[in-house]
Structures are given as C-alpha cells and as structure tokens.
C-alpha cells in the first residue's frame, strides 16, 4: 500500500485536479459530515444494544412469573371408604385409590350449587389433574391420615394460574377467553375465602417435563444438560489437548499438517446441524447407539466443540515463551517430558478458559440434538448417559411449541435458567482468565 | 499474588503418577461410558411408543402418570403418524424396535402381512376411545353448516361437471355451494402418513362419493376408490405437516382457511378455534359419543405382545390406559379432549384387554425386576481391566527398583542403575496390559453386537479380554531391567496417541462427507439429481404405502434455496450496517471506559442460544411486524421471511463486527498517520483509507457470517415457514434448507424412503456451500491480517 503511484502533476491527470475548496462552508461541511459519521457508529451501538435489551426484558418480563406457581387450599377429606375399605394399609391398594374422586368431592362442597355436568367438569380444572398424586404421597407417607379431613395445599389448574398472574384478561370478552365468567366467578370466590396462596414454585426446578404446564419442570433437561456437557467434556477436552500438542510442538510442517490446520479451521464454522446429521449418520445409523441419550449428543457435541479446544490449546501453548523449553531441554529432559511437565502446566489456564467457552457454547446448542432424537417427550430424570433424555435448550423448544399458553412462561423461564448457566461459565472462564492466566 | 504459581514440576514419581492419575481418570470416565452405551444396547427397561399425532397428547399424558405413580419409567413417545408409526412396528420384535403403535384408525390387512412377515405375529389391538375430526377455522368469521358433499367437492382432485369427471375447477366455497361465503377454498391438513387424514378421507370423501353418480358408475372397484379418494393438488389443500399445533397457529392467522383437526386439538384451542358443523352438527362431545357427528373415529393402541414379557412395564402400562382412572368416563384423559367409551363398553373392553395381558383380579403376576448381565458386565469388565493395568503399573515399578537395587545394593544411589525412571517401567508394563485389553474389549462389543444370547457372549468376552491383559501384563514384567529403555517406548507410544488424535479431526471431516454423501447418492438414485437441483416444486411428503392416494413427493430443492436466500439477504441487511459500523465506532471513536463495556456487551449477542433468538422471533417480534402491517395496510405472514431475517440478522452483528474490528485494527497506524497529516479528518480516514485497505478482509468476514446465516437452524425453524414458497416477497413465509433438514429427520425416519434421504442431499448442499463460504474467506481473512503485519 506504500508504493502508490501518485498521479503525475503533468498530463491529463492536471484536468482532474480540481481547485481546491476554500470557502468557509467546507470546512463546517467536512466537520458535519465527521459528527454524522460518529452518529451512525453510536446509532449501530446503540441500535445492537436495544435489541439485546429487548431480547433480555422480553423473556424476563415473560418469564419471572414461572417462578411463583397459584395454589389452593382445600380441605381434603381422607375417606377410608374411598382409599382403604378394608383398612390394610397395603401400599399397593393406597396407590391404586381414586384420589381425584377427594379433591372433586372437596370443591363440590365448596360449590353445592354447581350441580351440572360440564359445569362441574369445568369446576374441577380449578386443581390441576395432578394433584391426586400429591394425596397419594401423603397418604403413602402417613397412612394415619385416612379417615382425617386436612387443610390440603394443591397447585391449581394452568389455566387459572394464569388468572391469577393476569396472564389471562378479565377484560376480555367471554368467548375469546379459555376460562368462562363462570370460571373466573369460583375462583374470585376461592380467593375472597382466603383459600388462593401464591407461593415459590419448588416444582419448577425440582421435577421433570410434563404435559401439564403447572406440572413441568426443568429439573430433567437440566440433569440431561449436565450429563451430556460432561460427555462433551469427558471427549473433547483431552482428544483436543492432545491434538493441539501435537500440532503445535511435534509436527513436521508437511502437506498432511497443512490440510489438518485448514480443516480444523474450517470444521469451526460448518454449520452445527451438519454435525447433527453425521451423528445420525454414522453413532445411531452405523453403530447402533441408543436415541435420545446424553452419550450420543455428548459425542456430537464435543466433535463440533473439538476445533475450539484445538485452537484455544495451540494459542495457549504457543504463549508458553521459549526459554522456560530451552531451560527444560537444558536439565535433559526429553522433548514430551518438557512438554508434559512444564509448557502444559503452564498453558492450563488458556486451555481451561478455551475449554469454557466452546462447553458453554455447546451447552446452548439444540440444532444438532433434534437430528439425535433429543426431542422426545420425556418424564423422568435421567440417571446415566444412556437414558433418554433432553437438554435444556431442546426443553426449551419443546415448550415454545406446545399450546398451552402458559407454556409461554414456562418457556421464557426455561430460558431464564439457560441464560444463568451461560452466564456462570463464561464468568467462570473470565475469571480463570484474570486469575491464572501469566503474560509473559 | 497469583495462586497459580510457576514453579517447573520435579520430573520424577510424582509426576509420572499424576500423569497415571490422570490418565486413569480420564480413562475411567471414557470407558465406562462407552461399557454403559454397550450394555444399553444390549438391553432396554423403558418402553417405546409411536404413532398418530392424534393419540400422541393421550399417550403421553398416561405415560406421564404411569412413570408418576408405579417403580417403572415413563414411556417414550414419538410422534410419526399413523402410517408410520406402524411401519416402525411392524419392522420386527425385540428390543431395537417399538412395543406399542398408537392408531387413528384400525390396522390395515396390508400392514399386518408386514408385521407377519418381519416376525411381529402376536398382536393386541386396545380400542382407547373415539375422536372427532372437525373441520375448524379462526373465531373471527360465523361456523359454516357444511355437508360431505360441500367438502368433497371442494377438495376431490377430479369432480363431476355436466356430467364428466374434470379436474377440480372451484376456486371458492360459493361455487361449491351458493349457500356458502365466497372465500377462496383454502384448507390445511395432515400429510399422507397420518391417520387424521386416513379417517377423514375415509369419513367424509367415501360418504360423499356414494351420493355422486359419476363416481358410482366407475365399474372397477380400484378405480372407483381412487377417483373418489384423490385430493387435489393445486393448492386449496395445503399438507401443514405432522405438528397439529402448527395448524391451530395458522389458522389463528388467517381467518379464511380451514383446518382439518382432531376434536381434541379444538377442544385445546377452543378459545382460538371453532368447528364448523357438517351434515347440520357441530362437532361436540355428546354429538360424536352419540354417533350423529358423523366425522369421528375410534382410535387404538396395537400392542406387541412379544415384548409383553420382556420390556419392564409394559403390561401395566398399557392396563393403566384402559383403567377407569384414564379412560373411564370421568378420566384424566377426558380431560385432555379424548371422547369416552360409554361406561358399560369401557367396563367390558378393559375387562378384555387385562385378560389378554395376563390380569387375574387385578393383579398380574410380574416377574420381578432383574438386570441383566450384559447390562453390568461391560462396565464390570471395564473395571476389572482398569484394575489389572494398575496392578500392572505397581508391578513394572517396582520390579524395576528391585532390579537396580539387586545390582547397586540397597543405598540411596540405585536410580543411577536405571535408564528410565521406575514410573516409566510402570506405564510401560501398564500399556501392555491395557492395548491388548481395549482391543479385545472393542471387537468383542462389535462382535456381539446385537447377537441373540448377549449374555453368555459377554462372558467369553470378559475372559478374552482379561486373559489377553494378563499375558500383556506378564509379557511386558519380563522385559523390564535396570538398563531397559522404558521412557523411550512410553514416549513413542504416547506420541502415536498425539498423532492419533490429531488425526480425529480429519476424520470428523471424512465422516461428514461420507455419511452426506453415502445417503445423498442413494436419494439421487431415486431422485434425478437435475430435477432436485433446478425442480420448482418442493413438496417431499410421500405416500408410504401403496394403498394410499393423493401424495406424491417432488424434490424441487430451487423454493427451499431461494427461500434460504431471501433471509440471509434480509439478515445481512441488518448485520452489516450495523456490524460494520459499531466495528468503526468502538475501535476508533468511543473512548476506552464505553469499548470496555460496549464489547462484551455485543458479543453477548453471540453468546446467546439460537432457540432464544427463535422464541424471541416466533413470539415477540413475527407478532409485532404482523400486526404493523396490519395497521399501515399490508399483509405479512405470521411466519415472515422479515420477521426470522432481522432476528437472525441481529444474532450475526457480533460475527461481523469483530472480526472486522480485528481486519480494520490490523491497518498499520502509518497510513492512518499519514492520513491525518494531509488534513483529513477521522470519518474521511476511516472511509478512504482504512475501508479501502481492510476491504478483502471485510468481505471475507461478511462471507462467513453469511456462511453462518445459511446454516442457522433453530431461528428460521421456530419463526420461518414450512411450505416452500418460490417468491422474494420479505412478509411472505418461505422454507431454508434447515428447516426443512430438520421437518424431514425429526420423528419418522426410515432410511429407505426418499423423504428420510432428501434431508440428507440437503445436507450435503449445505455443507458444500458453507465449506466453500469459509475456505474463501478463512483464506482473505488471514492473507490481509499477515500483509500488514
């Protein structure tokens, strides 16, 4: 860029020359132009940052009230004509009781006048339909209670949940509304009885998915998450390590060589759902692993994490400066004894941060896990990294595609927990970068 | 002063143990793994579920209570449809296949020769209640009073006009029927594979067909049933895809189309959605329970009984669906929209099913939990072969002290006697034991791999293996001497596992190609590879079995690439400006404070998951750019082209802005200085100078993010269509290449139909693309960084 060739004064170039402006209006015209240059970088900031703060205030606005879950109080009674006619207080007979039929019979009294039948089916949304289940618990862990009436706190049904958080508008017209006036008519009468509670949803965090939107919880994609993450790491970390020391202190630099940097380099941008459908490919078509499992999204995972750990191991390593290898050397140790004793342990702290971030990149990626079958509707936690199970960004795809409305807070909750995770890693790698991290 | 302190490490037995710590560990971790994935593939206690979407909320609601309220897991369902849920089923018993097949319509005698003919002989059919079809549309417009007729003559492929079968020339519902709107006749409904449409071809179009004296005068009976059976194809019936849901979201945003629905979707939706009646009923519960909605029907679980004794659960899995408590008339499935049995079919049909699973009072006589030794026995070996390589490392160890104490006598001097240091002998005896072990482990795993009588088959492999181990192990003991050059073997060996690794890189790549292009060559065995590449028509569902009428698939790729191209355009708009801008501003305006701020900020853009920026986009802004063009009169699709293409346009800002701060940032200050000694100012600098001299750069990085555009998946899935449209319209919806990738593999797949493998074609494309995006400019990117350096 040095050797322009500056237009010769002589010749035609002399006719393009023009005279130069001197009026006093260029100058203010030229510092115009230099103020509308730096409003259009602020207005490019700026616009970026209101677009990230309409993300960020969308979901939370959206999403806190997922943490507070609508309760009911009723008075439950433990009928052992219902529950345990013969009185054996056999887990197995306690389990098979009808508890729905007790929390119907609870609401028909606090509602004798309803008396019709799609009226009183209307009535019983009021609980949520898994309520019973939280009476068998009771009844399992204290078989005394039966033949007691209980003040019994129940969640209540999605629908009115969203009542009460104003999610659902009183002001709109009956027939564009899920619950009817009716509806909302019992519930202010619960609420004026003093038997509506608003409490912290335990439930969120501590259970797994459900179809029910009171009932889901992110506490499955969380463990699925987490199992999967510590496959990626498991793989990716060490392959990529060694790789990288190889790359970086051992290779001769050959065409074979050449051709691994530039495809590491290129595997780093190949969009991640192609790594998805290799996964498909070659662990589930090929070799048979199961669907669903942790394992084969772990391994997935780490092949698309795998040239991150790559690069941010050769960065690290090559800042290891020569003289602490040259002093190795000097001792007589072998060319791995230095690497493995000395430039590695020097190089951790760069290699953990590289690590970090390509794991909590890995940790908000959901294209690829689709093409694993990660998206089947699943209950329980998983226990090991064969159980089908889901991961939280997928868990968060699922809710977004489910009708119930308040699966929309459910949603932009799960995103909320998604987020702090992101953000506790990359803390994390902040942190072993400031702390550990030597320049030399 | 830091934690982390540099101290060189002692080179002797600490560390070399550290280093067999820490290998161990790792070595534990990945084994382990890798002995459970082998021992799940022998065996499975969870069962699996698939079928018609229809049945899907029901049978996941019982799976749900079922993993609640007994020891067993949930069952895991998937949605395929009817159709394809059976094929699943009837590929053959035992483990790698399904135990149960939800149904919206009763097995076909087709299907169950399938089933016989791959083994699946013994099967139960469990009747689980009735659905309605409903022919739905938004609330905003009054219920229609239709008849089959109105419906079959509005959506027949060929339809009878003075007196002769023509293609359907009706264009609006009054044409049909003065009686009705004059709105265009525009219905979506399910895909080929699903049940939904089975029955409502069966139910509605066989009905009308009879009154339709054309169609009756058709001799042959094939022929008859295909005349009356086709649905047109020219646009007024739109296939939505297997995801209901979607349905119910387009309809919500279009007030003139119908739906084609179960009741149950309706009655979930009810405040969006109303049915319309036909024949003068609306579809209600009472209605179809009493039989005078005449759109309905029963809908089924087929059991695998094989499996009944081997899958844990699945017998009380499949009495808890038939129970009062689910299905009977006051049931939690009720709830969820399914139409009950009257109480005494119910009684009778649950009485039925429990005697045919092997119920006597209730009570079923289980065989009690048990695992399975080719469950344990690979991470037992696996222990059992790690423990052996320790005892093996101690062994090496010390042997080699022994040694070299036997030869320099008992003092403080005996190391000089060994070549290597003695945690060498260690890992060296330990690598003996270990290869021989692993490899016997691998061949045996692959070997046994989905062999009749695992269990056996895993014992002689655990002998194999360490028997194998143990010869290594001694082998190895009796070469170890004080003059033995153990480092020297460690080292090679772990220098064949550094190039090995190095290697798995390459071999991500390998893979990649190959398993795009192994199932892409089969797709354009059937396909033409032209046709797929300069087709105008994209419409992959095709008919799975031969009975079926009204689908075929065509693979005109040219609507997806376009559609992919049209937001890409759309995100760059967005990206670039305001990328290439904040990259001027915080590297040569904002002072120090606001880039230390500023920075991080931006590239959280970058940080944050793409299914967030998909909820963001599907929820917040489709709705919001919908409802501004309501307001200044235009129309924009609820899933927008415009809408996906900002969003994922504001995801990219980072990807553009740093590495174009990077390109800009390397422009040496000499020319800038020399700049500003002529006079200029900063913005005439920036755009005559340093633009000029980063250019190549810049490029390159607005190549990769668009490379980054076109493979983004989860945005456009959530927010961007599924009917490839071919138009540049920005609020019209289009297709990408992903999202289709993405509707094709998700659910059914079947490696041998080409709608499986055109997502793979579409792979390879994809890849092909980016692959050349990123060499290009990876390549410009650092030739411009090195120039000026």
Known sequence: ?????????????????????????????????????????????????????????????????????????????????????????????????????????????????????????????????????????????????????????????????????????????????????????????????GRVHYAFNTDFLTSGDSREPEQAGILGALVGSLLTMITTVVLALPLGVMSAIYLEEFAPKNRLTDIIEVNINNLAAVPSIVFGLLGLAVFLGFFGLPRSAPLVGGLVLSLMTLPTVIIATRTAVKAVPPSIREAAYGVGASQLQVVLHHVLPLATPGIMTGAIIGLARALGESAPLLMIGMVAFIVDVPHSIVDPSTVLPVQVYLWADSPERAFVERTSAGIMVLLVFLVLMNAAAIFVRRRFERRW | MPIFQVKPLKPGKRTISKLFAAALGWGLAGIVGFGMAAGSAAARDQITIVGSSTVYPFATTVAEQFGRSSAFKSPVVESTGTGGGLKLFCNGAGDATPDIADASRPIKDSERQTCAQNGVTDILEVPVGFDGIALVNGKSKAPLDLTVKDIWLALAREVPVNGKLVKNPYKTWAEVNPSLPPVKIEVLGPPPTSGTRDAFVE???????????????????????????????????????????????????????????????????????????????????????????????????????????????????????????????????????????????????????????????????????????????????????????????????????????????????????????????????????????????????????????????????????????????????????PDFRARNLVERAILVLLITCSLLSILTTVGIVLSLLFEAMRFFARVPFTEFLFGLQWSPQIALRADQVGASGSFGAIPIFAGTLLITVIAMIVAVPIGLMSAVYLSDYANPKVRAVVKPLLEILAGIPTVVYGFFAALTVAPFLRSLGATIGLDVASESALAAGVVMGVMIIPFVSSLSDDVMNAVPQSLRDGSYALGSTKSETIRQVVFPAALPGIVGSILLAVSRAIGETMIVVMAAGLTANLTANPFAAVTTVTVQIVTLLVGDQEFDSPKTLAAFALGLVLFVITLCLNIVALRTVRKYREKYD
């Not at chain 1, 009844?139 to 007691?148: E, M, R, W």
């Not at chain 2, 119920?359 to 696996?382: C, D, H, K």
Request: charged share 20%; with cysteine; net charge neutral.
């Open chain 1, 1 to 193: 860029m040095t050797d322009f060739t500056m237009p010769s004064v002589a010749g035609t170039a002399t006719t393009r020359l023009r005279k130069p402006d001197l009026s006093p209006g260029r100058i203010s015209r030229r510092y115009a132009a230099e103020r509308r240059f730096r409003l259009y970088g602020v207005l490019a900031v700026s616009l970026a940052m209101v677009m990230l703060a309409l993300l960020l205030v969308s979901i939370v606005s959206k999403g806190y009230s997922a943490f507070m879950q609508t309760r009911i109080n009723l008075d439950i009674a433990f009928d052992a004509q219902e529950i345990d006619p013969q009185n054996t207080h056999d887990p197995a007979v306690l389990k098979a009781a009808n508890y729905t039929a007790l929390i119907r019979k609870a609401l028909s009294a606090q509602f004798p006048d309803v008396t019709e039948r799609i009226d009183r089916r209307r009535l019983y949304d009021v609980v949520s339909n898994g309520a019973d289940l939280q009476l068998m618990k009771m009844v399992l862990a204290n078989p005394a209670i039966i033949g007691t009436t209980q003040s019994v706190s129940l969640l209540a049904g999605d629908d009115f949940d969203m009542l009460n958080k104003g999610r659902i508008s009183r002001d709109v017209p009956e027939a564009e509304r899920v619950l009817s006036d009716k509806q909302v008519g019992w519930f202010d009468k619960l609420q004026s009885a």
């Open chain 2, 203 to 481: 139910l509605v179009f066989d009905r009308a067909c009879g009154d339709i004296a054309e169609i009756a005068a058709i001799s042959d009976e094939k022929a008859r049933k295909a005349a009356c059976d086709g649905i047109r194809e020219d646009g007024a019936y739109i296939d939505a895809g297997e995801n209901d849901n979607l349905i119910v979201q387009k309809l919500e945003a279009n007030p003139d189309a119908f739906g084609v629905l179960g009741y149950s979707f309706l009655i979930q939706n009810q405040d969006k959605l109303q049915g319309n009646k036909i024949g003068g009923i609306a579809p209600t519960e009472d209605d179809i329970l009493s039989g005078r909605y005449e759109v309905a029907r029963q809908l089924y679980l087929y059991v695998k009984m094989q499996h009944l004794d081997t899958i844990p659960g699945l017998p009380e899995y499949v009495a808890e669906f038939v129970s009062n408590r689910a299905n009977g008339p006051g049931g939690y499935l009720i709830d969820k929209g399914l139409i009950p049995m009257s109480a005494d079919l119910h009684k009778a049909t649950e009485d039925r099913i429990l005697a045919a699973l092997g119920y006597e009072n209730g009570v079923r006589n289980t065989s009690p939990a048990f695992i399975l030794p080719a469950r344990v026995m690979p991470v037992a070996l696996t222990v059992a072969l790690l423990g052996l390589a320790g005892i093996g490392f101690q062994i090496g160890r010390r042997r080699a002290i022994a040694r070299a104490r036997a030869m320099q006598g008992n003092g403080r001097g005996f190391g000089r006697a060994l070549h290597s240091l003695p945690g060498y002998h260690g890992l060296y005896v330990m690598l003996w034991c270990l290869i021989p072990g692993l490899l016997a482990f691998v061949v045996g795993a692959v070997l046994v791999h989905g062999s009749e009588n695992a269990d056996r088959a895993w014992a002689a492999i655990a002998a194999a293996v360490l028997a194998l181990a143990a010869i290594g192990l001694v082998w190895a003991r009796r070469h170890i001497r």
